[in-house]
């Protein structure tokens, strides 16, 4: 008999050693690695994770026995298991829910529930001969016999009351299977099967709705699925596949084989990404080209050559927006592409997996968690943007999907390029210590020039009595680019229409009750809302406070922004895009492709307009309000303003058209707004390299960053300050450089009702940080608090 040891799926460290557990005959030939199983843990029955399947070693003595098998198919192989347990240790978080973050929606939800019985034949049938259960002999006569029974089937055996009693005393379990999917109908067709002339004369006597059908299949060769199910009948369609004669394909996407000529840099940056493919060694390098720079067509070359020779590529981007934009550009040169990312429905996301999974795609493209598609075979990784934030996840697993990237491209000696026109400073610093090649791309492709740069001091904008958001130097640039028809972005990084509800009288901000942030209103929605909770309330007539009238809304967002520019501009097409905006499905697509299209004037956007995205008819960029993200509480703000306003700015002139950016602040002689309008990005990477080495920050230490949440907040700070003592004992027993960090209130005290206090542990020695957050989980389990632990946390409020 075999043996299983299983990863129970409970989101605790101490469940990281594998259980083992008895296999029985009739799950023998169903469990298998990669399988999610029932199995008993204590008094009760847990779901597990199959790590290993050995035999039964007599030594260990009497195992409890797997109770049923969960998985229709494994869900995940040897890679991604050595993968989750990699970051579990490295992110210090559980390995179960490194392996949760791997798998589909749809593969998380139990479908089917099943009746099993939990005693074998022979345990059975001793105690089945007593009184008590003589009447339940036949149906678990019925389990032994066929594994499980559906519930619906087992109801029509016993009565729901007496089902229970069995379950209550441990004889039978009742629970789901994760199987039986609907398939999504996105990106697949009905063709023809094996059908000719005599079955269709058949039809045409006994079923003339499907003789219908098939002629308009054979007529039209492929039909897309969702047209074709509301022209005929479910009946008629199922008919059909199930006689052969109908059969559902994948659509093929028309290759339009265009190729663009290559500058001299992109031949060389593409020479050295090849070689690195053709020796099959893994090997880093950092694509570091300004924007507009054809970055993309060197990412499009190499995939076509890693695909030449029989290899598969990853591809990640940090916005949803260029997984549309880049997919495109992808599948119009290379077969078989899939795409994932979080916008899509489970079914869809669902389908593609399993195509990964398969072995039938050559290139996946999608955001952060793309990094864990079952692709075998990868001969290159692709990161865009590498640079950006939204590659760390910010719950648990906190992983940074540049190092989950690296850490797969270790394991298939795969060659990993890291693109971007303003590169993280860790990145960069790395790359100049050789632990990267570096291939430079300095100039814009076509001849296109970078857009002349303009800062515009707002103070003597005010001086001169101007009191609108865009200055009338700014105005003016936006008359003259509809004047000549041709397309402007203005870009402000934060939603809604005003960040703040304010009482002149008293003082008082209208400030969410279970957050310690201040309320943004909604103008879409005519509410004051909470963008961490989302808790909503009606805009204030009154202050709460002291009951004046004198309420005034302060600060200004994107739907501002985008009323003021309504109302200068009247017979401008404008849209917007931010996170409001492209809730619903498909208005993200709408609005690009209006863009494309140069049916939209003017677009107003957050950092979603901002990244790689490639407008040729965009001329002038404005950036309405570069001070805002200076002053975040964050060593890194500096960096991601410089970055931001970088990125923006290469949104104009990307086409035949000479580019324009106007930079509005109020500090117009800070060296961070200056030199980006410079978009000099070595001299701004030479002065905050300094400060950072000053101040001790990444990359020259690394940070843990343990967070305590509790409903009160004396509690929260009391085990923060506990566990400060703990690592303060650690410094006095050990020779590295330690400094701690607070405790103190996390910039963001009370959010979801609960209050926060933060440590920042910085070291050298990753490895005992890693310890340290790891002992930390393990000792402080408290039900009433709640400890995050974030290593190298990209955000630190």
Not at 161 to 178: A, F, H, M, N, P
Not at 551 to 579: C, M, N, S, W
Request: proline share 4%; hydrophobic share 40%; charged share 25%.
């Amino acid at each position: 008999m075999d043996c299983a040891d299983v990863l129970i799926n409970l989101p605790l460290i101490q469940f990281d050693t594998a259980y083992t557990y008895l296999v029985p005959d009739n799950l023998a030939e169903k469990i298998s690695f990669g399988k999610r199983v029932l199995v008993p843990l204590g008094s009760r029955n847990v779901e597990g994770y199959v790590v290993k399947i050995h035999n039964y070693p007599p030594e260990i003595g009497e195992l409890k026995r797997v109770v049923k098998v969960l998985d229709v198919y494994p869900v995940f192989n040897e890679e991604l298991l050595d993968l989750a347990q990699w970051i579990a240790e490295r992110y210090v978080c559980p390995v179960s829910l490194a392996l949760n973050a791997m798998i589909p929606q749809n593969l998380r939800k139990k479908r089917s529930q099943c009746v099993t019985s939990l005693i074998s034949r022979q345990e059975g049938e001793k105690l089945l001969a007593q009184q008590e259960y003589s009447a339940d002999f036949k149906f678990f006569e019925l389990l032994w016999e066929n594994g499980q029974l559906s519930l619906k089937k087992a109801i029509t055996c016993l009565d729901k009351e007496r089902l229970q009693v069995l379950k209550d005393k441990g004889l039978v379990c009742i629970s789901g299977v994760y199987a039986g999917y609907r398939p999504s109908k996105a990106g697949y067709a009905y063709a023809v099967g094996d059908f000719n002339e005599e079955n269709l004369k058949v039809l045409q006597a006994r079923a003339p709705k499907q003789a219908e059908a098939m002629q308009l299949i054979l007529k039209a060769k492929e039909i897309d699925r969702s047209s074709f199910d509301r022209l005929f009948s479910g009946t008629s369609i199922n008919a059909l596949l199930r006689k052969g004669y109908l059969k559902i394909v994948r659509q093929k996407i028309a290759l339009d084989g265009i190729s663009h000529v290559l500058s001299r840099e992109q031949e060389q940056a593409l020479t050295a990404i090849t070689s690195a493919l053709n020796s099959k060694s893994q090997d880093e390098f950092l694509l570091y080209g300004v924007t507009g720079s054809g970055k993309t067509e060197v990412y499009v070359r190499a995939a076509e050559k890693a695909i030449e020779n029989g290899e598969k590529i990853l591809v990640l981007v940090p916005e949803i927006a260029l997984t549309r934009h880049l997919i495109e550009i992808f599948s119009a040169r290379i077969e078989n592409v899939a795409v994932l990312h979080s916008n899509m429905l489970p079914g869809e996301r669902y389908d593609e997996w399993k195509r990964i999974k398969d072995g039938e795609v050559n290139l996946v493209l999608g955001t952060r968690s793309a990094v864990f598609a079952p692709l075998p075979d990868i001969g290159l990784i692709i990161i865009d943007e590498e640079q950006e934030n939204t590659y760390k996840q910010e719950e648990s697993p906190r992983y940074h999907a540049r190092e989950v990237a690296r850490k797969r491209a270790e394991y298939h000696s795969a060659v990993i390029v890291l693109g971007s026109a303003t590169p993280s400073l860790e990145t960069y610093y790395d790359a100049n210590r050789g632990k990267a090649t570096i291939l430079t791309l300095k100039s814009r492709v076509g001849g296109a020039r970078l857009p002349a740069v303009m800062v515009e001091d707002m103070k003597d904008a005010f001086k001169k009595g101007h009191r609108g958001i865009l200055s009338p130097f700014l105005k003016g640039k936006i008359q003259d680019n509809l004047d000549r028809k041709e397309q402007t972005i203005l870009f402000i990084n934060r939603r809604g229409y005003s960040p703040m509800t304010l009482c002149r009288e008293c003082g008082i901000i209208s400030a969410c009750p279970n957050c310690s942030v201040g309320l943004t209103y909604h103008r879409d929605v005519n509410k004051n809302v909470c963008h961490y909770c989302n808790y909503q309330a009606e805009l204030p007539t009154v202050c709460s406070k002291c009951g004046s009238s004198a309420i005034q809304l302060i600060g200004i967002g994107t739907q501002k922004v985008e009323e003021e520019v309504r109302h200068l501009f009247p017979y401008a097409r404008i849209a917007r895009l931010d996170h409001d905006s492209s809730r619903k499905r498909g208005a993200q697509k709408d609005i690009l492709n209006g863009m494309k299209q140069k049916n939209i004037d003017v677009l107003v956007g957050t950092q979603m307009v901002a990244k790689g995205l490639d407008f040729p008819g965009v001329s002038l960029v404005g950036i309405v309000d570069a001070d805002s993200m200076l002053n975040l509480p964050d060593f890194r703000a500096a960096e991601r303003t410089f970055q931001l306003i970088v990125q923006a700015a290469g949104r104009a002139g990307r086409g035949d058209l000479h580019g324009e950016v106007v930079i509005q602040t109020y500090d117009p002689d800070n060296p961070v707004i200056q030199m980006a309008s410079q978009q000099d990005y070595d001299g701004f990477y030479a002065e905050e390299i300094k400060l950072r080495l000053i101040l001790n920050y990444p990359p020259f230490t690394c940070i843990l960053r343990i967070v305590t949440a509790a409903d009160l907040d004396q509690n929260a700070f009391e085990l923060s300050n506990t566990i400060s003592q703990y690592v303060n004992d650690i410094i006095d027993a050990k020779e590295e450089e330690i400094v701690i960090m607070g405790p103190a209130p996390c910039p963001i005290h009370k959010l979801r009702n609960r209050f926060r206090y933060q440590l920042m542990v910085k070291c050298s020695n990753i490895l005992l940080l890693q310890s340290i957050g790891r002992y930390v989980i393990e000792k402080f389990n408290y039900k009433d608090i709640k400890i995050d632990v974030d290593v190298n946390p990209a955000m630190t409020w």
